[in-house]
């Protein structure tokens, strides 16, 4: 990227004007089996395809040209797990051993070149292994988070048919012990598609029992397939070909399988780790996600190792493990020179040491900047951190569909003036329009919904897993020649993008993407619930929380506390604690138009304490009243 330009309006001129050139350029970073002789075919696919000709391997991009160039005894993993008490780095050349073995190991097995492996895995090196080996094979990675359910884990399971299965007997939740296994095979039993194996990573935490003939021991299998030095080398793929499938949650219950492809991501975390992110190779780069959500897949795992920086992989929160100063004792230990987390941490961290007194404790000169992304990050948050640490604090915004940032601050290439607030501007690539719904655009300063303009850039998703159509009809139908963010905002008259939340039905719970539309499903299936429905309102900590309303059939009078414990439990159950439904308050009506849609946004604007207007359409104005009575009686509203 020597010649290219260096101002921010230049470069991200420059990559629509030239699409071919910008593009072709950046993935001079990546070392390919076929080279791209052309960036982009808009004749493939949805909306055209990157980067259609080339053909590499991510594993060896990410693992092993490090190993053989030069950076064998770097750390490329540092695991920092205060929940278990361990640390362990692995080296590059450490990782190129690990990653071979188990792609070795997953070919006896019988994965190959797109076959998938889904992954249900907490925050441990071994599943970070295994994302590689998978790439290793040119085999399809599913991971799923371990903070969801048996059933939505085997949503997954069916949708993605693995052949095998890695999952590690439990995770390690603060207050207790997730035993993983019970759930994977609950989950299995549930799903209409069964693996052919599954590995089982055994903690010592809760050590998992075993089904006989399908499932195998991690750390005994590996150490076999080492004696019969049954390694795997990188399988050259297309650039097209799948890396992974990573499900989000959509408008109904039923989860998107966001497809990412391999040439067009490499690319594009390449160029955003020296141009978005400033960060050097050989650096440390510290991710405060989870590898279940998109942030994780790529700045935890791709992006940091593609760069040849040093990750760390955090398995604890950030309060609690043990106290508010645990993301700065990890800067400072391990020399981060990048944060990236989600605003709630933030916001936790602040509410248990709001004048960042635990900073004194550590030394973070080599920390250059904080990125938050995930979730709007509220201006006084930011402002907060900004004082507490003293350097460049800085939002960014992004979805699953994306896999990289739409808009934010490139510190590598300019950095911009912060606004409190706003996520600065488009990334390369992404022609951002604000459309109302009609898809006209609105005059500058105006909210509508954000729209980006097709093709969309490199590490996008082509489409969606075994589900073209609904890929086409979720992002592509709403505003034909656009991509659909379902994000409503404004872009003011500097450019800067403001992004105020979602204009469907789902709602970010302390960072975690979950689908009211889903919620609902489960409490509908209550056998004492006539009908329901969900929102986000406003929480302190966590940006959004989910609270339900039902009205119960005629002629039940289950006491209103009972029924909502039984809702809370069925909602853990059935989705997961992730979603942290908590509140389900029985009433006599659901405000609805005369047509019977219910009025969703004005509950929500009763919840938060915010004025609202009589929606004209209302079938009877008592009902609002009566909802918002409920929710006074629970604290909740003005
Ligand atoms: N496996 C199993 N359970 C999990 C889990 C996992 N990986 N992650 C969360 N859970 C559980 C929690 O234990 C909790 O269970 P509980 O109801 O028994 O208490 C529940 O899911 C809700 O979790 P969460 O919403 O995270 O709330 P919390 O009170 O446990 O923690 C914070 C609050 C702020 C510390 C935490 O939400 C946090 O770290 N947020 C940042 C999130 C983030 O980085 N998101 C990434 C998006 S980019
Ligand atoms: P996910 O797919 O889980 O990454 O969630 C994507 C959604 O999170 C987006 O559609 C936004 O609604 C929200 N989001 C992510 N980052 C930001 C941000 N920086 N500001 C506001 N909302 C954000």
Redesign the pocket.
Known sequence: MTDAPRRYADLHAASLADREGFWLDAARAIDWDEAPTRAFDEAQGAYGRWFPEARLNVCRNAVDRHAEGGRADQPAIIHDSPVTGTQRTITYGQLQDEVSVLAGLLADLGVGHGDRVVVYMPMVPEALFTMLACARLGAIHSVVFGGFAANELAARIEDAAPKVILAASCGIEPTRVVAYKPLLDAAIDRSAHKPEACLILQRPQAVADMTEGRDRDWATSVAQARRDGRRADPVPVAATDPLYILY??GTTGRPKGVVRDSGGYCVALTWSMTNLYDVAPGEVYFCASDIG???GHSYIVYAPLLHGCTTVLYEGKPVGTPDAGAFWRVAAEHGVSTLFTA?TALRAIKKEDPRAQKLADYDLSRLRALF??????DPDSVAWAERALGKPVI???????TGWAIAGNPLGVEPLPVKHGS?AKPMPGYDLHVLDEAGKPVPTGTMGTIALKLPLPPSCLPTLWNADERFRQSYLTTFPGYYD???AGVVDADGYVT????TDD?I?VA???LSTGGMEAVLASHPDVAECAVIGIRDALKGEAPCGFVVLKSGVDKPPEVLERELVAKVRDEIGPVAAFRLALTVGRLPKTRSGKILRATMKRIADGEDFAMPPTIEDPAVLEEIGVSLKERGIGG
């Not at 938050?372 to 990050?377: Q, S, V």
């Not at 939002?395 to 569909?401: A, K, P, R, S, V």
């Not at 992004?499 to 979602?502: A, D, K, N, S, T």
């Open positions: 989000t949650s959500w998109v942030v605003p938050l992304a995930g979730e709007r990050a939002d960014h915004w992004w979805q699953t569909e996520t963010t379902s994000d992004v105020l939340g979602r789902i970010n960072g975690h993407r």
